[in-house]
């Protein structure tokens, strides 16, 4: 019982840390939220289309290298969150390599080819997922995380607080 309660106290302290940050300062990256393990997955259990990079070795690498793909601003509307690759894994006819970060999309909304894009990362643009993401598919090895908040420039409004809150009392 003691580890549940202190366990909840630090979880609201966090909570209150983070908003009080956002409050005082400008976002300037993504907040994610981790989902479980395994390939992110929306409502419908479809795949999502996205994009892949290999060689990044954490969860925050790949936060960052997701947040620097959407810097066109169009895509990050449709930015759902992504999966990172710990060890190497075999999904039907998918091959994800260790350390792999896979940044998820709507369908038919990868960011624009660029040669930035192009020489960095690899596309996959047949997935028909859509809307956030709702479960991961429990594969080995690989961790799935949700955009709660995505990269802005401005102070946050409340609505935002909010999505932090709810992420937070869904993780109990």
Not at 1 to 17: E, P, R
Not at 32 to 51: A, D, M, T
């Amino acid at each position: 019982l003691y580890d549940h309660m202190c366990k909840n106290t630090m979880m609201i302290c966090s909570l209150v840390a983070i908003a009080l940050a956002m409050m005082t300062s400008q976002v300037d990256a993504s907040m994610y939220q981790h989902v479980g393990l395994g390939i992110c997955q929306p409502e419908s259990g479809e795949e999502y289309s996205y994009i892949v990079r290999v060689g990044v070795d954490s969860h925050s690498a790949c936060s960052e290298a997701c947040d620097g793909a959407n810097a066109d601003g169009h895509t990050s509307r449709y930015h759902r969150g992504f999966s990172v690759v710990r060890q190497a894994y075999l999904r039907g006819d998918s091959n994800y390599q260790k350390n792999s970060c896979l940044c998820f999309y709507d369908y038919q909304h990868l960011p624009e080819n660029s040669e930035e894009l192009e020489n960095a990362w690899n596309r996959y643009d047949g997935g028909s997922g859509e809307g956030p993401v709702f479960t991961s598919d429990e594969s080995p090895g690989v961790g799935c995380y949700q955009m709660l908040v995505e990269t802005q420039q401005g102070t946050p409004v409340s609505s935002e607080l909010d999505i932090i809150w709810n992420g937070y009392n869904h993780g109990q």
